[in-house]
C-alpha cells in the first residue's frame, strides 16, 4: 500500500513518518554540531563566514522549507554572520 509505511509494528502515514524522520535528523545534526562546534575556534573569521554563508545559501535554495522557517533561519545566520566580521 502506497500511502503508508511500517515502523516499529506502527502503521504510519508518509507525512508522520517524514515527520519522525526529520526531528531524527534533526537530532542527530544537533548532536554532531555540538561535539564539532570546538573545532570552529580553530577557523578563521574569514573561513566562519564562508561557512555561514554557505549555509544561508544553502537555505535560502531549499525549496520545501516555510518562508517563516527560511526567515528564522537566515536570521540566525545573519547574526552570526556579523558576529565573525571585522568592523573597523
Known sequence: HFGRSGCFGVTLRGSALFCIT???????????????WHRMNRF????KREMIAAAMKTLSE???LS???KDRGLN???KALERNTDTH
Open 22 to 36: 526529520f526531528h531524527f535528523l534533526a537530532i542527530l545534526m544537533i548532536i554532531t554540531l555540538e561535539r564539532t
Open 44 to 47: 578563521s573569521k574569514k573561513e
Open 76 to 78: 540566525t545566520l545573519q
Open 67 to 69: 518562508p517563516e522557517a
Open 62 to 64: 531549499h525549496k520545501s
